[in-house]
C-alpha cells in the first residue's frame, strides 16, 4: 500500500524564520510530488510541484527531492504569520491512474 | 480564466439517501480527480476522469461512481449513503493525467 508519511506537528516557528516541512513515501514508482496549503475549513492549494532530484525554488518556497532516500521537503524562508496552515505533501505515479497519495499533513504555526 | 468550482457548497442527507455533488473544471482541463477528506486527514483518491472516461480508481466501493461531460463539468454519486460518507469532497482539474492538480472549494456532506 502506497503511503505519504509527515510528522503532524504543531512546527512553531518564529516569524522571519525558515520553516522545514518534510515528507516520506514509500513508493519508489513514484514520480511527481506536490505540496499543498490548506487553512482550516479551506481546500488545498497548489504551491509546489517537484520530478526531478534536487531544488526548486519558487519565491519563499523551495521544494527538495531525493529519490534515493525517497524524502520531499518543503522550505519556507521569511515565514509570515500567513503562512500559518496545514501543509500536505503528495505523491503521484506516472500516468496518474492512481491519483495522488497525501499524507495526513503539518500544522505549522509561524509565532509573530 | 476561472479556477475550479463546486457545488453545492454544504450539503445534510440522511442514511440510505443518494447524493450527486458537481464540479466544473478550469477551461481546458480534460482531466478531473475526485478525493475524499475526512477531519484531520489527506485526502483520499476516489477515481479520476480522463476524456469522459474513467482513468483509475481507489479503494472505494462501487455506490461511489461519477461522469465527466464534453464540456469540462463533472459529478460525483453516491449510492445508500452511511454516517462514514461524511466528508469533505474535493475535485480538482488538470491538464493532464500526471499534471499538477487544482482543487476546487470542496462540498461539505453530512450523513445523519
Known amino acids: 500500500q502506497k503511503e505519504v508519511e509527515q510528522n503532524s506537528g504543531p512546527l512553531s516557528v518564529p516569524e522571519g524564520a525558515i520553516a522545514s516541512l518534510n515528507c516520506t513515501y514509500s513508493?519508489?514508482?513514484?514520480?511527481?510530488f506536490f505540496w499543498y496549503r490548506q487553512y482550516s475549513g479551506k481546500s488545498p492549494e497548489l504551491i509546489m510541484f517537484?520530478?526531478?532530484?534536487g531544488d526548486k525554488e519558487d519565491g519563499r518556497f523551495t521544494a527538495q527531492l531525493n529519490k534515493a532516500s525517497q524524502y520531499v521537503s518543503l522550505l519556507i524562508r521569511d515565514s509570515q504569520p500567513s503562512d500559518s496552515a496545514t501543509y500536505l505533501c503528495?505523491?503521484?505515479?506516472?500516468?496518474?491512474?492512481?491519483?495522488?497519495?497525501f499524507g495526513k499533513g503539518t500544522h505549522l504555526i509561524i509565532q509573530p | 480564466e476561472t479556477g475550479v468550482t463546486q457545488s453545492p457548497t454544504h450539503l445534510i442527507k440522511t442514511r440510505g439517501q443518494q447524493v450527486t455533488l458537481r464540479c466544473s473544471s478550469q477551461?481546458?482541463?480534460?482531466?478531473v480527480s475526485w478525493y475524499q477528506q475526512a477531519l484531520g486527514q489527506g485526502p483520499q483518491f476516489i477515481f479520476q476522469?480522463?476524456?469522459?472516461?474513467?482513468?483509475g480508481r481507489g479503494n472505494f466501493p462501487p455506490r461511489f461512481s461519477g461522469l465527466q461531460f464534453p464540456n469540462y463539468s463533472s459529478e460525483l454519486n453516491v449510492n445508500a449513503l452511511e454516517l462514514d460518507d461524511s466528508a469533505l469532497y474535493l475535485c480538482?482539474?488538470?491538464?493532464?493525467?500526471?499534471?499538477?492538480?487544482?482543487f476546487g472549494p470542496g462540498t461539505r456532506l453530512t450523513v445523519l
Open positions: 480538482a482539474s488538470s491538464l493532464d493525467r500526471a499534471g499538477p492538480q487544482y
Open positions: 513508493d519508489r514508482g513514484s514520480q511527481s
Open positions: 517537484i520530478y526531478s532530484n
Open positions: 503528495a505523491a503521484g505515479s506516472g500516468g496518474g491512474a492512481d491519483g495522488l497519495t
Open positions: 477551461s481546458g482541463h480534460n482531466t
Open positions: 476522469y480522463y476524456r469522459e472516461e474513467e482513468n
